[in-house]
């Protein structure tokens, strides 16, 4: 193989990116076997390892694992249950609940706990009371406070994700098998359980346990619904080691090696499965995908779209709206209370929203716009130029999906504590590229590999250098498909908490860290009309993203391809 000067500079590239990847990684693993001796001073030690034998570090593990398995069960059977619906069945109105399912994914975690504080506290919220005055309950009928609580909300949140995976695997499924269990006589649901289910089991395998992985790594839910009722999980104590004085760097690089052990553990376990249980599902044989036939059941589906859509999105964004434009808020509706002056604060003297709205759109721009130029030069470096240890290129590139955000953040906080960058803004922008940079990869993959090399071969027979080949043949080519990678990092990244709210300082807060702050600082009103700001920001952004992405018919594979 030819080392021209075009190779080598490729091959020093990916390593330089490897190497930014690699960084903040082994400073985390470094840190978690040091021992802090003094103000400056470290020696080697195992105390920090020593600290997770704590009864109160089993108990925060012990919720890390119920939370996420629970949620991991709702997100699943919610999810898998409404893909079927949408992509098999004749459901009405089946394409609208296609994009409507996904609008949680749009919003975020964060958005829909605080909106779901609104909606089931046991005192004020909106259920509860309503509940109370129908006399249906004395008590609380739903606490959102509650194990059960954060379990319910974040699983909710999570269906988009199941949604995404397993949908196109349903689509892709031949029909003719589904066909022929009804011509032997069995039922829909019976053709479901027996046939389509199984057939799609790798897809929801794997569906499953990336579910598993970002409950467990969420900082949001558990911060916001159980952190100031006793509800430690490991990602909140890492947090807290981190953000207490002094901080604990020490001790939260060794919490995060433990989650990254066990974010690394299931995406190996899903990586397994889904190489042990490969159907074909997709024949040579031309079948034409005809729904399936729901008979009496068809509107019962029908309201059970309504109810997710319902407890995921119309709920949350409208309890928001009413507190927003509300002057008080006791836990009941009072039209003749509106006002604007929760607007007006936000946008008030001292008030950050302003700061914090133009810290996170220049962040998620200009994050997005690097992630995606490097993610071109990578994919031409790997499947194109075919560089010298392309493949283990390939693996070290997915690295910072098994890392959870938290864990990178306590990395590179560590890392860059004595560079200029710490304090800055772009110390956060150096944690999204590093962390985002897998997702913006696949998509920027995805959209090359439509390209056929043939063309490459014909510019290159013609004379033109590969610049020229770049921008003037593959460039075009693939802009769509790199606009919908850049808007689907640009969304991620704004909406992007856990390592923003380690990273930040005064001045550098991003939306997401400014609205877990409000919460804490503001009235319910102020709070509300912020959450329903970053909603609206985030549902602009992804119409912009799907109007684009639906030229091409490739919305959802496009997101499912950025997962």
């Not at 930014?20 to 040091?34: D, H, K």
């Not at 619906?85 to 089946?94: A, C, G, I, K, Y």
Request: aromatic share 10%; net charge positive.
């Amino acid at each position: 193989m030819r080392f021209t000067p075009e190779r080598i500079a490729l091959t020093l590239f990916t390593l330089a990116v490897v190497a930014l990847i690699a960084a903040p990684l082994v400073e985390v693993v470094i840190r978690s076997l040091e021992k802090q001796t003094g103000l400056t001073g470290h020696v080697w030690s195992g105390a920090n390892y020593q600290q997770l034998k704590a009864s109160e570090i089993l108990s925060s593990a012990r919720n890390s694992v119920v939370i996420a398995l629970g949620s991991m069960a709702v997100a699943t059977v919610i999810g898998v249950g409404l893909s079927w619906l949408v992509t098999r069945t004749d459901l009405p109105l089946r394409r609208a609940f296609e994009i409507l399912n996904l609008i949680p994914f749009f919003l975020s975690p964060l958005i829909g706990s605080i909106a779901w504080t609104y909606l089931a506290d046991p005192r004020t919220g909106f259920i509860n009371r309503l509940a109370r005055s129908a006399g249906i309950s004395h008590g609380a009928v739903f606490n959102v406070y509650s194990t059960l609580g954060i379990i319910v909300v974040l699983g909710l949140f999570l269906v988009p994700f199941v949604i995404l995976l397993t949908g196109a695997a349903f689509r892709q499924m031949d029909s003719s098998l589904e066909h022929a269990a009804a011509a032997c006589g069995a039922s829909g649901w019976r053709t479901a359980v027996r046939v389509t289910l199984p057939l799609a089991s790798p897809a929801i395998m794997a569906a499953a346990i990336l579910t598993f992985v970002m409950a467990i790594e969420d900082l949001s839910v558990p911060l916001v619904l159980g952190y100031g009722n006793g509800i430690q999980t490991l990602s909140t104590r890492i947090y807290d080691a981190v953000q207490t004085f002094p901080p604990n760097y020490n001790f939260g690089a060794a919490l995060g090696c433990v989650m990254m052990l066990i974010t690394a553990l299931c995406l190996y376990l899903q990586r397994r499965a889904m190489r042990d249980r490969g159907y074909v599902t997709v024949t040579g044989k031309g079948s034409r995908a005809e729904p399936l036939r729901l008979g009496r059941i068809r509107w019962w589906a029908f309201a059970a779209e309504l109810v997710y859509l319902l407890f995921a999105a119309l709920l949350p964004i409208g309890i928001l709206t009413l507190i927003a434009f509300s002057k008080r808020w006791t836990g009941t509706v009072d039209f003749g209370d509106l006002t604007l002056d929760n607007f007006r604060a936000l946008f008030g003297k001292g008030s950050i929203v302003r700061t914090a709205f133009l810290n996170s759109l220049e962040l998620s721009a200009l994050c997005a716009c690097v992630v995606v130029a490097l993610s071109v030069v990578l994919v031409h470096a790997i499947e194109r130029a075919r560089i010298t240890g392309r493949r283990l290129f390939e693996v070290c590139l997915t690295i910072p999906v098994a890392v959870p955000g938290l864990v990178l953040g306590v990395g590179l906080l560590t890392l860059l504590l004595k560079t200029s960058l710490f304090g800055t803004l772009w110390i956060i922008g150096v944690a999204y590229v590093v962390r985002f940079l897998p997702f913006a990869h696949r998509s920027v993959s995805a959209a090359f590999l439509s390209v056929h090399t043939e063309l490459e071969e014909a510019a290159r027979t013609s004379g033109a250098s590969l610049g020229r080949y770049v921008f003037r043949v593959l460039l075009p080519l693939v802009r769509p498909g790199l606009v919908s990678g850049w808007l689907l990092v640009f969304l991620t990244f704004m909406r992007e908490l856990p390592m923003s709210a380690l990273l930040q300082t005064t001045g550098t807060q991003t939306l997401s860290v400014a609205l877990l702050n409000s919460r804490s600082f503001d009235s319910p009103g102020v709070t509300a009309a912020f959450t329903l700001l970053q909603a609206a920001v985030l549902l602009v952004a992804a119409a912009v993203f799907w109007t684009i992405t639906t030229r091409r018919d490739g919305a959802s594979s496009d997101m499912a391809a950025g997962l």
